[in-house]
Structures are given as C-alpha cells and as structure tokens.
C-alpha cells in the first residue's frame, strides 16, 4: 500500500493551495480514518484535519475556517483544499490513513503515512 501526497509547492499569504493523498496498492480494499498532518522546522508533527470513513471532520483550531479536508471514496483520495493561507502554515504535510486490506473487518485496519509534501507560503 503506498499514499502518494501531491499538490504541495510555492504559495502566498492569503493565497490557496489544494492537496491530495491517493492510496494505491492491489490490497487496498477500503479506507477508514483518514488525516492530514504537518510538521514545521524545528516543531513537532501536528494534526492539522481528520475526516472519518462516514466523512465526519475534524480541524486544529489554527486552520479551522480556512482548510476543508473531504473524501473521494470511489478513488480512494484526500484532499486538503486550503485558503486565506498563513506564513505560519509552512511545514512539511503528511498523510495518513487507516487501511483495509480485506473484507474482514474484524481483523482492523493498519496504519499509513504518505511521503510528506512541501508547502511554502509566502509574503
């Protein structure tokens, strides 16, 4: 199973940026949990946005009202369509998922980071 993070680059102060995480792998059979996590120079990895396998989501209080995490269940993909966004919002942006890899289960999900992408954001 691999998460591929994209979307990360070069963006500006009140500027947009839009992520995606795909998960791929001939055992995925479906997807729970799913989250978005940052980490800047020097801090600890944080959680920036959760949504559940029913969609219910979940922000930090620094990108509530600015970031909007959602779903493509038929493709398994995330995305983190992020607006009004902060210099402070620079960090490395990592994925995660809670994978299925079967129809049972009762056997649980096992736990997958994606690669990181890099968001830039400045003035």
């Known amino acids: 199973v691999q998460l591929q993070a994209s979307g990360g680059g070069l963006g500006q102060v009140g500027g947009s940026l839009r992520l995606s995480c795909a998960a791929s792998?001939?055992?995925?059979?479906?997807?729970?949990?799913m989250a978005w996590y940052r980490q800047a120079p020097g801090k600890q990895r944080e959680l920036v946005a959760s949504?559940?396998?029913?969609?219910?989501?979940s922000y930090a209080d620094s990108v509530k009202g600015r970031f909007t995490i959602s779903r493509d269940n038929s493709r398994n993909t995330m995305f983190l369509q992020m607006n009004s966004l902060k210099s402070e919002d620079t960090a490395v942006y990592f994925c995660?998922?809670?994978?299925?890899?079967?129809?049972?289960?009762?056997?649980?999900?096992?736990?997958?980071w994606g690669q990181g992408t890099q968001v830039t954001v400045s003035s």
């Open positions: 995660y998922a809670d994978v299925y890899l079967s129809s049972d289960y009762e056997a649980g999900a096992l736990a997958f």
């Open positions: 792998g001939s055992v995925v059979f479906s997807l729970d949990d």
């Open positions: 949504i559940t396998g029913a969609g219910g989501e």
